[in-house]
């Protein structure tokens, strides 16, 4: 999964996700920042740039799985336009 989402993000030469949070071309795309940073400026920062969830891998540890569930579950009951 993260080869394709690095070249998915390739494809649109785009370096930063939080790029494609705030690029109005993307307006519609749902942008979940997973960082190291624990910093309130950053944090802050990301949701400025309209990212749908600020997640620190800290705070996940070693179930990566779950956050993959919550991210499907996310699309199984939010609605988009």
């Known amino acids: 999964m993260a080869g394709a989402i690095r070249r ?41 740039a309209n990212v749908a969830g600020y997640v620190e891998k800290a705070t996940i540890g070693a179930d990566f799985s779950g956050l993959l569930d919550l991210l499907e579950r996310y699309l199984e009951v939010v609605n988009f336009p």
Do not use: G, W
């Open 8 to 48: 998915a993000f390739s494809k649109r030469q785009i370096t930063n996700p939080i790029h494609v949070a705030c690029d109005a071309a993307h307006r519609d795309s749902v942008v979940f920042v997973l960082t190291t940073s624990s910093a309130e400026l950053d944090m802050k920062a990301a949701y400025a």
